[in-house]
Antibody, heavy 123, light 106 residues
């Protein structure tokens, strides 16, 4: 059974960098079949897909965040990470890591999620 | 980018009743649509992908229909565990946006 777990600081000061790591267990990230993703959720904007990493390092980012976001992966540790620079209170959210996958019939979806971690941006 | 609009924002129903949730895309997404269920304090859970294919373990009372810009999630007979927020998401064009959700409440 694949499991994902987010880790990182729950409090980040404004203008600083938000850094989170997702550890994947029960399966290897190196299979190349999956897109490893970060999503955040706020009461105001709902669910927002921040970006994804796949194919040993290719990435896609939401255009509204692209200038501030970097997603990287460490296959030797079965981890992938999120860095979001120059944060403001608007970046306060529950951050999820998740696996984007295909069912094999051409359908795609998030099939596994971490439990989520609340990150508050405040001084 | 494609905007996903869900309606209604809140749906009040009784156990055993039928619930019909709508999701509209600002442009065609073909059948590239997913439905998720989210309960308080939990991550979203996959219900349906490809607009109409139930995920493994999802009860038959959940069904998805539609294509292009109009989609519907139907819960045929609501059980107590179905009271939650439901989200649609398109994956036809990046960014793969979510709708704002429909809360199904008693």
């Amino acid at each position: 059974q694949v499991q994902l777990q987010e880790s990182g600081p729950g409090l980040v000061e404004p203008s600083q960098t938000l850094s989170l790591t997702c550890t994947v267990s029960g399966g290897s990230m190196s299979s190349g079949r999956y897109f490893w993703s970060w999503i955040r959720q706020t009461a105001g904007k709902g669910l927002e897909w921040i970006g994804r990493i796949y194919d040993r390092g290719s990435t896609n980012y939401d255009p509204s965040l692209e200038s501030r976001v970097t997603i990287s992966m460490d296959m030797s540790r079965n981890q992938f990470s999120l860095n979001l620079i120059s944060v403001t209170a608007a970046d306060t959210a529950v951050y999820y890591c998740a696996r984007w996958s295909s069912s094999g019939s051409g359908n795609f979806h998030f099939d596994y999620w971490g439990p989520g971690t609340l990150v508050t941006v405040s001084s | 980018e494609i905007v996903m609009t869900q309606s209604p924002a809140t749906l009040s129903v009784s156990p055993g009743e039928r619930a019909t949730l709508s999701c509209r895309a600002s442009q065609s997404v073909s059948s590239n649509l997913v439905w998720y269920q989210q309960k308080p304090g939990q991550a979203p859970r996959l219900l349906i992908s490809g607009a109409s294919t139930r995920a493994t373990g999802i009860p038959a009372r959940f069904s998805g229909t539609g294509s292009a810009t109009e989609f519907t999630l139907t819960i045929s007979s609501l059980q107590s565990e179905d009271f939650a927020v439901y989200y649609c998401q398109q994956y036809n064009a990046w960014p793969y946006n979510f709708g704002q959700g429909t809360k199904v409440e008693i």
